[in-house]
Nanobody
């Protein structure tokens, strides 16, 4: 499964961004999807995940209540709406497919990453 993430950029603290992750393959609809992020100098960490049907979501404690993950299977796209952004949200954000949990190694397919920079 090929994934392409986009939508990152520079935003001031308190602002919003929406990330998108698109796939050109019809098998997208059968995969659970997730977003991870890797802050500068740190390990990759879980952000949010959504089931293949979209009826189940989960979030890390650091983004719960601020970020929303969603998907449009007709467009083979998953989204991450990020609100009330903080400088500590600065990271390269990756979308991933096929896993079930919060550990990066569970996911077989990865997008190329998109950089989000939040200025204070």
């Amino acid at each position: 499964v090929q994934l392409q993430a986009f939508g990152g950029g520079l935003v001031q603290a308190g602002g919003s961004l929406r990330l998108s992750c698109a796939s050109s393959e019809h098998t997208f609809t059968s995969y659970n999807m997730a977003w991870f992020r890797q802050p500068p100098g740190k390990e990759r960490e879980f952000v949010a995940r959504i089931s293949w049907s979209g009826d189940s979501t989960s979030y890390s404690d650091s983004v719960k209540g601020r970020f929303i993950i969603s998907r449009d299977n007709a467009k083979s796209t998953v989204y991450l709406q990020m609100n009330s952004l903080k400088p500590e949200d600065t990271a390269v954000y990756y979308c991933a497919a096929s896993g079930r949990g919060r550990v990066p190694k569970e996911y077989a397919y990865w997008g190329q990453g998109t950089l989000v920079t939040v200025s204070s």
